[in-house]
């Protein structure tokens, strides 16, 4: 089975300041991977994904992910934190090459300081 | 305008009693799901139809029952077998594998 860890359950930022928010996933097959954005009481909103295209993945607001293989991670990141910015954010990894299951990771909540 | 919606918002409910949440979207996909999220433990699939008069248990099944007998709608139960409700429920739905979810607003259920 495949899974996911997100390795920070709170990161907290100044803004302007880079945001990293890292996750490493289990796969025994080359999986779909994607970052989620989920403020207060919403519904999650997909930022961005890689399926097995190019290994830099660009987002929406800023972010950006990069997929290396090597050390099996899906790091997020954005060069300057904006207030907005401050959400909860999910890792999530296809489960198997013939499953429409996903799995989450368990989440980082982001805080941005003024 | 198309989307996922979820009703209610807010839905309170009485020790033993059943609930329904709806979910409806109009993006033609053929995948939807129901998850439970908790505090502090991301989110945890209750169900899953990958097709219309077909779905699967998650890994949270027990005390929750669905329906798919139209390609736009999901239904979710809460049943009195289902210990501890009170959660925000969100529905999902995809294109098919390996396509990202859209997710609706979600419903916070509270058990009085």
């Known amino acids: 089975a495949q899974s996911v860890t997100q390795l920070d359950s709170h990161v907290s930022v100044s803004e302007g300041t880079p945001v990293l928010l890292r996750c490493n996933y289990s796969?025994?097959?080359?999986?779909?991977l994607f970052w989620y954005v989920q403020h207060p009481n919403k519904g999650l909103q997909l930022l961005l994904k890689y399926t097995s295209a190019a290994t830099l993945v660009k987002g929406i607001n800023g972010f950006e992910a990069e997929f290396k293989k090597s050390e099996t991670s899906f790091h997020l990141t954005k060069p300057s934190a904006h207030m907005s910015d401050a959400a909860e954010y999910f890792c999530?990894?296809?489960?198997?090459?013939?499953?429409?299951?996903?799995?989450f990771g368990a989440g980082t909540t982001v805080t941005v300081r003024a | 305008d198309g989307g996922i919606t979820q009703s209610p918002k807010y839905l309170f409910r009485k020790e033993g009693q059943n609930v329904t949440l709806s979910c409806e979207q109009n993006l033609n996909h053929d995948a939807m799901y129901w998850y439970r999220q908790d505090p502090g433990q991301g989110l945890r699939l209750i169900y899953y139809?990958?097709?219309?008069?077909?779905?699967q248990k998650g890994d949270i099944a027990e005390g929750y029952s669905v329906s798919r007998e139209k390609k736009e709608s999901f239904p979710l139960t809460v049943t009195s077998a289902q210990k501890n409700p009170t959660a925000f429920y969100l529905c999902a739905s995809a294109r098919g594998m390996f396509n990202e979810q859209f997710f609706g607003p979600g419903t916070r259920l509270t058990v009085l």
């Open positions: 796969s025994s097959y080359s999986p779909s």
């Open positions: 139809s990958q097709i219309v008069n077909d779905f």
């Open positions: 999530v990894v296809s489960v198997s090459s013939n499953d429409y299951k996903l799995s």
